[in-house]
């Protein structure tokens, strides 16, 4: 299973990634990990939240359906929906095999202070231990 160091995770297995540089209004782009693509087998539909809408950590912000089950995607973050990824209803396959790339969900804006939002998240290496406890 790939782990990048560049995002941060949750112990609900999705990632956070800041584009581009921290500001006012830092824009974060949100997946799910390789571990849980992997977990789910492969992907058949996606359902994601509307662009504008509000979200705050822990919330579901929407799902992904597998051949095997449905399970929800949680916010890492709060903020708002800046933009979908349009193109996984037409592929949402693109999950299973690029689920760092390509396969990204949703990007919120975050706005606050300058630091990186993503920091309270587990970094690479604490998200691999705690998949690797099971």
Do not use: C
Not at 17 to 22: D, I, K, L, R, T
Not at 33 to 45: E, K, P, S
């Amino acid at each position: 299973m790939s782990t990048p160091d560049d995002r941060r995770y949750t112990d609900q297995h999705e990632w956070a990634q800041v584009q581009g540089p921290a500001g006012a209004a830092t824009v974060v782009r949100i997946g799910i990990t390789d571990h849980a693509q992997d977990a789910l087998g492969d992907i058949v539909f996606v359902q994601l939240p509307e662009v504008g809408e509000e979200i705050a950590p822990g919330t579901a912000i929407g799902e992904v359906e597998s051949t095997k089950s449905v399970s929800d995607v949680y916010a890492p973050l709060a903020g708002t929906v800046s933009a979908v990824n349009g193109a996984l209803a037409e592929t949402p396959e693109t999950v299973n095999s690029d689920p760092y790339g390509e396969g990204w969900l949703i990007e919120i804006e975050v706005t606050g202070d300058d630091g990186d939002p993503t920091e309270p998240l587990l970094d690479a290496a604490a998200y691999q231990a705690l998949v690797e406890q099971g």
